[in-house]
């Protein structure tokens, strides 16, 4: 190109082109466009990124290098460019971004929702001391046995490796009483809450509450209510948990 044309926006025939011309969202001025910087300061411009927007929202990528063209006498008459397309090359490198971003938010939630079925079991492994009554015995058992059952299904979801990649969380729906999942959620929060000196008041009604549910997502529901309320709610302070039909 001579110094004076400009093919990103206009033709041979001068006409219009018709797309525009985009660096991080704005619009690029023509004589910033590589092969004019090239011209206009007789420096060489290497892989600058172009999106190219066209009026229909398609969108292409381009990586440009441009270098000055000079005459005899050492004065600039114009630049050669090279444009590369490198459209799907960015998508792919956007679909790794947002599985890499997938993978991290995933490990952040499991690792949260792990620490919750930690608390009871160690709670419960304090309990079996040699001179511990046998009706504690039984509860700390039963409390080790449905928390590492929690556990297990958090791991089971770890190990599936392409739900990360799908962003999907499988849900296993069954008929559950609200209370029920109410009464174990608490038991993985009692320890914290009795180490902050809360008082928890639950209110619910005397008969069952029925849900078609997964129980690890519904306990993880409850579990995340009552960690938060645990952790903002004052030393000494009270806590209710009030489960309810809706109508």
Same mark, same amino acid.
């Given at each position: 190109l001579a110094p004076e044309q400009n093919a990103s926006y206009t033709g041979p025939g001068h006409e219009a082109i018709p797309y525009r011309c985009m660096r991080e969202g704005h619009e690029v001025p023509g004589e910033d466009l590589p092969m004019q910087v090239a011209s206009r300061t007789g420096r060489d411009v290497h892989d600058a990124e172009l999106d190219l927007v066209f009026a229909d929202g398609a969108v292409r990528t381009l990586i440009i290098s441009a270098a000055p063209l000079f005459d005899a006498h050492g004065a600039v008459r114009g630049a050669i460019g090279t444009h590369v397309d490198v459209t799907a090359l960015k998508g792919a490198q956007r679909a790794l971004e947002q599985a890499d971003r997938q993978k991290d938010e995933f490990l952040a939630t499991l690792a949260h929702e792990l620490r919750n079925p930690m608390a009871p079991i160690r709670y419960a492994t304090a309990m079996l001391r #040699? @001179?511990? *009554? =046998? *009706? !504690? !015995? =039984? $509860? =700390?058992? $039963?409390?080790?046995? /449905?928390? +590492? #059952? $929690? &556990? #297990? /299904? !958090?791991? @089971? @979801?770890?190990? @599936? &490796? +392409? /739900?990360?990649t799908r962003n999907v969380i499988e849900l296993r729906r069954e008929r559950h009483d609200l209370r029920e999942l109410a009464r174990e959620a608490i038991e993985a929060a009692q320890p914290a809450i009795e180490a902050a000196d809360h008082q928890l008041a639950t209110l619910q009604p005397g008969e069952p509450l029925w849900v078609d549910g997964d129980a690890t997502r519904l306990l993880q529901v409850i579990g995340n209510l009552l960690s938060n309320a645990t952790k903002y709610t004052r030393p000494g302070g009270r806590i209710e948990l009030q489960l309810e039909r809706g109508e």
């Open positions: #040699a @001179d511990v *009554p =046998a *009706p !504690l !015995l =039984a $509860q =700390a058992r $039963q409390t080790i046995e /449905r928390q +590492s #059952a $929690q &556990m #297990a /299904r !958090l791991l @089971d @979801d770890l190990l @599936d &490796m +392409s /739900r990360i």
